[in-house]
């Protein structure tokens, strides 16, 4: 299999996941980054041992790089999408993958006029235990599913949860795609949100929403960043689904390491290593075998209209139909 050279738009905390996801492939090599702050970029590519760019156009236009992963700040991947997909290069785009659906749009006419591969990082699906759930519910062998819940409850602190999204946008994004992935679409959506001191950021630290599929069954997707959950059987970051035959779970407590990782102040194992599965589906799977991802544009749209519908419910007190 040839070995598929990869660029890096933005070299963030979460470039740190998928460097190491890279550098463990045979398959792939890092070619080389690009980052806004050009000195913070020598520092990242000399701890990835590969090269650094002037601009994105010269990232772009080499031909040793064949995919980028667009990992800049939400507002940006329109654009950078827009780009890669003119110059020919396949493209791994992080979560949110766009500010909105009319830029989800303009990405997706890019990246079918260019022909180019597009793929969203809804990185919890390429878990082995969250694939195990969806054959699980797939096969009938959990019975009709009557409720699907994800709770994620993990403190930031302040000065991450003052440059972060609102958990609407930066984690019901996972959870909206993930209970698409598992539960189906929805019909209604509810959504309260709460901002536990204000001062320290605007934007909201606590969001629940609620939501009935359209097969009539509910869902409960949560998400905090202003605490952790230290009780018994703690909902750290917790998917649950529950049918008439029997039910299954998947947690991040299962397998945690005693060291800050990123945002987070422990190593909750699954996730790095949710990072690495994508980035193997992605290089593996889809670009040398020419698999379909478990998540696309299409789907990032659906995802997009979930988060919208919150921030409408939220905003107006009101039940969303979703569309």
Not at 22 to 30: G, M, T
Not at 161 to 174: D, E
Not at 244 to 252: E, F, L, V
Not at 262 to 288: D, M, R, W
Request: hydrophobic share 40%; with cysteine.
């Amino acid at each position: 299999m040839k070995q598929i050279g990869v660029g890096f738009i933005g070299a963030g905390d979460i470039a740190n996941l998928h460097a190491q996801a890279i550098n463990e492939l045979s398959s792939a090599k890092l070619v080389g980054l690009w980052n806004r702050t050009f000195e913070k970029g020598e520092r990242k590519a000399e701890e990835y041992n590969c090269k650094v760019y002037r601009t994105v156009e010269d990232l772009l236009e080499d031909p040793a790089i064949d995919a980028v992963f667009i990992l800049t700040n939400m507002e940006t991947h329109c654009a950078y999408t827009i780009k890669a997909a003119a110059a020919g290069k396949d493209i791994l785009v992080e979560k949110p993958a766009a500010s909105s659906i009319e830029e989800l749009r303009l990405m997706q006419e890019a990246v079918k006029k260019a022909g180019v591969k597009c793929m969203p990082v809804h990185n919890y699906i390429y878990e082995p235990g969250v694939l195990r759930l969806k054959e699980m519910i797939a096969s009938g062998a959990l019975g009709d599913i009557a409720s699907f819940y994800m709770m994620y409850n993990i403190h930031h602190a302040d000065e991450i949860r003052a440059r972060y999204p609102g958990v609407i946008r930066q984690i019901l994004t996972h959870h909206s795609y993930t209970m698409l992935y598992l539960a189906g679409r929805p019909k209604t959506i509810s959504c309260l949100t709460h901002t536990v001191d204000p001062t320290l950021a605007p934007q909201e630290n606590v969001a629940m929403a609620i939501v009935q599929m359209e097969n009539g069954s509910l869902s409960h997707l949560s998400a905090s960043f202003a605490n952790d959950d230290q009780a018994g059987e703690p909902w750290t970051c917790m998917i649950k689904v529950l049918g008439t035959k029997g039910s299954a779970r998947y947690s991040y407590r299962d397998w945690v390491i005693h060291e800050r990782n990123g945002a987070h102040s422990q190593t909750f194992y699954s996730y790095p290593e949710s990072i690495k599965n994508t980035a193997k589906h992605f290089i593996e799977g889809v670009l040398a075998l020419g698999k379909e991802p478990l998540s696309s544009l299409e789907d990032a749209i659906n995802c997009q209209k979930i988060i919208e519908a919150c921030e409408y419910s939220v905003e107006n007190g009101v039940h969303v139909s979703f569309k």
